[in-house]
């Protein structure tokens, strides 16, 4: 039986788009499907001030296709250094969105990223007055910490504190991957929201090492426990406006991936509609879908819902996705889901 539902065309909060070769390839990928994303600074060297947002958005208008309305939003990454002064009229200028706090050391390109956060306080101070969101990477790095631990041992002693020192100050929990980072945010009276990817939806630990090791489905935050991935399921599709979509779609070549010591991530641009729509089926939550793609994000950001909209199909065979997306520089790998899907994205969305 044919099957379809219509909704709000949807916007990525958390995107990696890249630069030179791989930024071209992969931004067809975003564009077809959302109307905005929020564009992460972990370039090397990082965005960190206006001269390097007006520059990075430029090269992303220089290459997008042909008829695209996408609108990227910028971010800064946020340093010990980083300017208030510089930050305070990017963000009332409307040069960029958010900042992106990176601890020191915790995923691809941190390595400028926040080493002592009082050093960051007086930032954070500013930010509260301006209300520029805070997104957050939140993962602690101590190397005496379990990795899948890191994310609720951030919460309670990164998190946790500066909300109380800047119960003012809006925060995004980025691609949470635990029970605690659900029960957390839910928890909180305002001002803070979550960003979920699709990724997180589909995979447990164990996924990462069936019949060997799959680099793949290796991102960071790290996926947990089969209980934490139902409890992230279940606040996706819950209908609760601080959790919404961001993708975390993260590309690396194939060469970096699948070598001794392969970087984190999952490329999930291209079909994270698909999945998301057999997700929200899967748990009876199809009329919630809306919401988590296309409403909650934009009310968190303060920005009006698109007036685009978006179809997808259920198939009667389970689709197949293209396994890469090909680039000047080399293949990228499109995430692979550990089950079938049934939908896909309607080439009439408008
Ligand atoms: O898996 C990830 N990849 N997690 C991140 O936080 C960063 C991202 C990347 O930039 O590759
Ligand atoms: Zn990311």
């Not at 601890?103 to 007055?129: C, Q, W, Y």
């Not at 805070?134 to 998190?159: Q, S, Y």
């Not at 119960?167 to 659900?182: A, C, R, S, Y």
Request: net charge negative; aromatic share 8%; with cysteine.
């Amino acid at each position: 039986m044919a099957k379809a539902i219509n909704i709000i065309q949807p916007d990525d909060w958390h995107l990696h788009l890249r630069d030179g070769a791989l930024l071209q390839s992969v931004l067809p990928e975003s564009t077809r499907h959302f109307n905005r994303a929020l564009i992460m600074p972990n370039l090397v060297p990082p965005v960190v001030n206006s001269q390097d947002a007006i520059a990075y958005k430029q090269r992303i208008l220089n290459v997008m296709p042909e008829g695209a309305k996408f609108e990227p939003k910028m971010t800064f990454y946020l340093t010990e250094d980083t300017d208030p002064k510089d930050l305070t009229s990017a963000f009332e200028s409307g040069l960029i969105t958010s900042v992106k706090l990176y601890p020191v050391g915790a995923t691809t390109n941190s390595e400028s990223g926040v080493k002592n956060f009082d050093n960051v306080h007086n930032i954070l101070e500013r930010m509260t007055e301006i209300g520029c969101p805070l997104c957050v990477h939140g993962e602690v790095t101590d190397e005496d910490v379990d990795i899948f631990d890191r994310e609720a041992v951030f919460i309670e002693r990164i998190l946790d504190p500066i909300r109380q020192k800047f119960p003012n100050l809006k925060i995004v929990l980025e691609h949470i991957t635990t029970i605690n980072g659900v029960e957390y945010v839910k928890s909180a009276e305002h001002n803070l929201a979550a960003t979920i990817t699709a990724h997180h939806l589909f995979l447990n630990r164990n996924h990462i090492f069936i019949g060997g090791i799959r680099p793949h489905y290796y991102c960071l935050p790290i996926a947990k426990r089969e209980k934490h991935r139902l409890a992230l399921r279940e606040a996706a599709t819950s209908g609760n406006k601080k959790f919404f979509l961001g993708t975390d779609s993260a590309p690396h070549l194939d060469t970096l991936k699948e070598t001794a010591c392969g970087c984190a991530g999952c490329f999930t641009a291209s079909n994270t509609m698909a999945l998301l729509a057999q997700v929200f089926e899967d748990e009876n939550k199809l009329n919630k879908l809306e919401g988590f793609t296309s409403r909650h994000g934009a009310s968190f950001y303060n920005v009006p819902p698109n007036t685009g909209r978006l179809t997808l199909i259920k198939t009667d065979e389970p689709v197949s996705f293209p396994k890469n997306l090909t680039t000047a520089a080399g293949n990228v790998t499109i995430f692979a889901p550990n089950q079938a899907i049934y939908w896909r994205v309607s080439d009439n969305t408008t």
